[in-house]
């Protein structure tokens, strides 16, 4: 991953994404991921590329109040768990105060 693309990967996180928790459920062991949703699935695309990693979901179709379809909705997520770290660890950083408050959160309930 080059530095220019890095950058660019931080500030969609920054401004689009997000970092959380989802803690246990049966079958299912707590678990920290990262994720981006938009309209845009080039752009996504483009995230996943850059970062090596994640999935792609979609597209979810919702409706307007008025009954008007609105434009689909896709969703980057990355969920497993070394791939996490390693771009939580990448993109701490780069990130603004509350973001890598966000991280070193999530980096203390992976443990």
């Not at 803690?23 to 995230?47: E, F, N």
Request: hydrophobic fraction near 40%.
């Amino acid at each position: 991953m080059t530095d220019p693309d890095m950058h660019w990967l931080a500030g969609l996180v920054e401004g689009e994404g997000s970092f959380s928790w989802h803690a246990p459920r049966k079958h299912h062991k707590g678990q920290v991921r990262i994720q981006v949703s938009m309209t845009d699935l080039d752009v996504l695309q483009r995230a996943q590329s850059v970062a090596a990693c994640g999935h792609i979901q979609g597209p979810y179709v919702y409706k307007r109040k008025n009954g008007s379809p609105a434009k689909p909705i896709w969703n980057w997520a990355v969920q497993k768990q070394g791939d996490v770290r390693d771009l939580m660890a990448d993109l701490y950083p780069m990130m603004g105060a509350r973001r890598q408050a966000k991280i070193i959160e999530c980096v203390g309930l992976m443990q």
